[in-house]
């Protein structure tokens, strides 16, 4: 196995000290252009690599974010990604990413791997199941910073962006009850998770705003999949008092859910109109199209990573919680047309 070129063998090939070699490599302009040029040229010819993981080390610094989010399939997530991996790039961070599939056990592995491998901070949307946080007290512990998205986190002192959940659920009802509707159904998340605790807050102050009486029937919770809006669809199909509308606290259950009682003859908007939550691509391709809060992911993943990387260079900055804009987007599920 052929050795691996070092700055010790460009120093010898070059008659250079191993200092100005190293000087060189990293571009420093303490070396003049034409030395670098020559050092550079050479040992790129050589297969030479710079030891990154020992050059940061010696810098108390990885130069890597951690990122726990619940599932990379889903749309809004995928995109926040994307913010951060841009932000990060620019500034010269790698990005380790691991999902936790909405499971506490495999949040607790993700948050527990990401530590021994001394990452500079975690960027983090906490799993559905999470109602204990020893982990995330580790992390505070070892004095790493953290930023939460998406899913406030409350359980430890942290910088949260996040977008203004409950104002938004109120805008979706809203606009159902302005369009005529009486009886709105509402499929909500565990409740133990912020988002579906504001968005169901929205839901209920809407129909109080407009003296509609709230029904617990009406209020289903599940974990928000295609199949819990499936079993959600047949649930509702068995009343004898339907709804005349659905607003889902996300996109997923409300595609899955409108699916089924489309099969089963129900019109959708005419007899049931229907709302969803995240603005997920296929939203706007389905038949009707899907009204839906759009959560502006890329937006969020760049401000959770922008404030990471000022945590990171100024530990004793003040936490707080963003907001980031967001907007209901009218489409053909909820208006007759």
Do not use: W
């Amino acid at each position: 196995m052929k050795n691996k070129i070092t700055i010790h063998d460009l120093a010898r090939i070059l008659k250079k000290d191993s200092s100005t070699i190293s000087r060189a490599l990293a571009d420093s302009p303490r070396v003049t252009k034409k030395t670098r040029d020559l050092i550079q040229a050479k040992a790129k010819e050589l297969g030479y690599f710079r030891n990154t993981l020992a050059s940061n080390l010696r810098s108390q610094k990885t130069r890597t974010i951690g990122v726990v989010v619940p599932r990379i399939s889903r749309y809004f997530l995928s995109t926040a990604i994307a913010g951060i991996e841009e932000i990060a790039f620019e500034n010269n961070y790698r990005v380790i990413i691991g999902q936790s599939m909405d499971q506490l056990d495999k949040e607790r592995q993700l948050i527990e791997t990401l530590l021994s491998s001394q990452v500079d901070g975690i960027i983090m949307s906490m799993a559905m199941e999470t109602n204990q946080y020893d982990h995330l007290e580790r992390i505070v512990a070892q004095k790493t910073p953290i930023v939460f998205f998406d899913r406030r986190c409350d359980a430890i002192p942290a910088n949260n962006i996040l977008i203004d959940d409950c104002a938004r659920a109120f805008d979706a009802t809203e606009h159902l009850i302005l369009s005529g509707r009486k009886r709105i159904a509402h499929f909500t998340g565990l409740e133990n998770v912020s988002i579906y605790q504001d968005r169901l807050t929205g839901y209920k102050q809407a129909l109080q705003k407009y003296n509609l009486t709230e029904d617990p029937t009406l209020i289903y919770k599940s974990s928000l999949k295609s199949q819990d809006g499936k079993q959600l669809a047949n649930l509702i199909l068995s009343l004898k008092q339907k709804p005349d509308a659905i607003f889902s606290a996300n996109d997923i259950a409300a595609i899955s859910c409108m699916q089924v009682l489309q099969e089963s003859g129900i019109n959708v908007p005419k007899d049931i109109a229907i709302v969803g939550f995240s603005n997920e691509p296929l939203g706007a391709y389905t038949t009707p199209s899907l009204t839906s809060v759009n959560q502006s992911p890329l937006e969020m993943g760049k401000m959770a990573i922008a404030t990471l990387l000022n945590q990171i260079e100024n530990p004793d900055a003040k936490l707080e919680t963003k907001l980031i804009d967001s907007s209901l987007i009218l489409r053909n599920s909820s208006m007759i047309q």
